[in-house]
Nanobody, 125 residues
Framework: QVQLVESGGGLVQAGDSLRLSCAVS????????MGWFRQAPGKEREFVSG????????NYADSVKGRFTISRDNAKGTVYLQMNSLKPEDTAAYYC??????????????????WGQGTQVTVSS
């Protein structure tokens, strides 16, 4: 059973940085692409970023391009999301996810079948 556990969320001010981590266990982590999504209260879950199994390919939502960076450490079984220049509109619960197709790094929520429990990020103005 694949398990994903996010950490690193918190309360920060606009302009600050945070790094989220997602530790993966129970599967062949290094063979799978990974993704990050977020969900604000009253809104649908939205794609943030994806990374291929090797880390060579990445994908970002337009709203975070240039501010967020996804990376992974296959030896540690962990994927990261470095978030810089945070804005109040980045406030949300952040979830990591693994797709059914090990190569998929797109934004289709339905393509991901393993999810973590989420970590809250709150950005004050």
């Amino acid at each position: 059973q694949v398990q994903l556990v996010e950490s690193g969320g918190g309360l920060v001010q606009a302009g600050d940085s945070l790094r989220l981590s997602c530790a993966v266990s129970g599967g062949t982590f290094s063979s799978y692409a990974m993704g990050w999504f977020r969900q604000a209260p009253g809104k649908e879950r939205e794609f943030v970023s994806g990374i291929s199994w090797s880390g060579a390919n990445t994908n970002y939502a337009d709203s975070v391009k240039g501010r967020f960076t996804i990376s992974r450490d296959n030896a540690k079984g962990t994927v990261y999301l470095q978030m810089n220049s945070l804005k109040p509109e980045d406030t949300a619960a952040y979830y990591c996810a693994a797709p059914r197709n090990s190569y998929y790094i797109g934004d289709d929520y339905a393509a991901y079948n393993y999810w973590g429990q989420g970590t809250q990020v709150t950005v004050s103005s």
